[in-house]
Each structure stands twice: as structure tokens, then as C-alpha cells.
């Protein structure tokens, strides 16, 4: 099993920021250095949807067109944890925001990871 938890979210104000956390653990988890990672989030009534995504090795990183400019994901092997820094929040990024793990990167991708985290809330007041 794997556990991804998230942590980080909270109340902010329009224009402010927040920087999540996704911790990876567990007793059959290989390498964290070996899985493509990713954020994604789910507004009330909305389906979820891809914010961003990061291979398993240092490359390319993928953006929503939501986040881009604004958002900047990043990974921590060493501390097996995945970061999403949210700056010039909108009250339209209010939503739970959850990480997922796979080793293949198209499966990050299309939203089909076979490691979730149970999420974190975001709310962002006007």
C-alpha cells in the first residue's frame, strides 16, 4: 500500500497564496523518485480535474491552463513529498485539491494514478 496525505490547505484571501504538501509513505512503496506525481482538485458540483503534473525524474513539468503563471509544482526525493505553490489565489481555485502517484506519467495525466490522497481544502474568499 501507499499513502499519499496532504496537507496545507486552509483560508486565504483573494490574491494571496498557499503552498501545499503531498507526503508519500508506505510499507510497499519503492523509490518516491520512481513515480510521476501530480495535483488535481474538485469544486463543489464540478468534476475533478488536472492542475498539474511532474514526471518521476527531473523534466518537463505540466500545467492546467488555470494554473499556469500562478502555480509551480515541485518534488522533494529526499523527503518523499510533492509541492504545489499557489500564488495570486482566486475564489475559482476554491476547491479540495488532492495528489496522486503512479509510475507512468500518462497515467498522472489522465487522471487514472493508481495512488490517491484523500485531500485538502482550499478556500479562497473575494
Known amino acids: 500500500q501507499v499513502q499519499l496525505v496532504e496537507s496545507g490547505g486552509g483560508l486565504v484571501q483573494a490574491g494571496g497564496s498557499l503552498r501545499l504538501s503531498c507526503a508519500a509513505s508506505?510499507?510497499?512503496?519503492?523509490?518516491?523518485?520512481?513515480?510521476?506525481m501530480g495535483w488535481f482538485r474538485q469544486a463543489p458540483g464540478k468534476e475533478r480535474e488536472f492542475v498539474a503534473a511532474?514526471?518521476?525524474?527531473?523534466?518537463?513539468?505540466w500545467y492546467a491552463d488555470s494554473a499556469k503563471g500562478r502555480f509551480t509544482i515541485s518534488r522533494d526525493n529526499a523527503k518523499n513529498t510533492l509541492l504545489l505553490q499557489m500564488n495570486s489565489l482566486k475564489p475559482e481555485d476554491t476547491a479540495v485539491y488532492y495528489c496522486?502517484?503512479?509510475?507512468?506519467?500518462?497515467?498522472?495525466?489522465?487522471?487514472?494514478?493508481?495512488?490517491w490522497g484523500q485531500g485538502t481544502q482550499v478556500t479562497v474568499s473575494s
Open positions: 508506505g510499507r510497499t512503496f519503492s523509490t518516491f523518485s520512481n513515480y510521476a
Open positions: 496522486a502517484a503512479d509510475q507512468l506519467f500518462q497515467r498522472v495525466r489522465r487522471q487514472v494514478a493508481d495512488y
Open positions: 511532474i514526471p518521476s525524474s527531473s523534466g518537463v513539468t
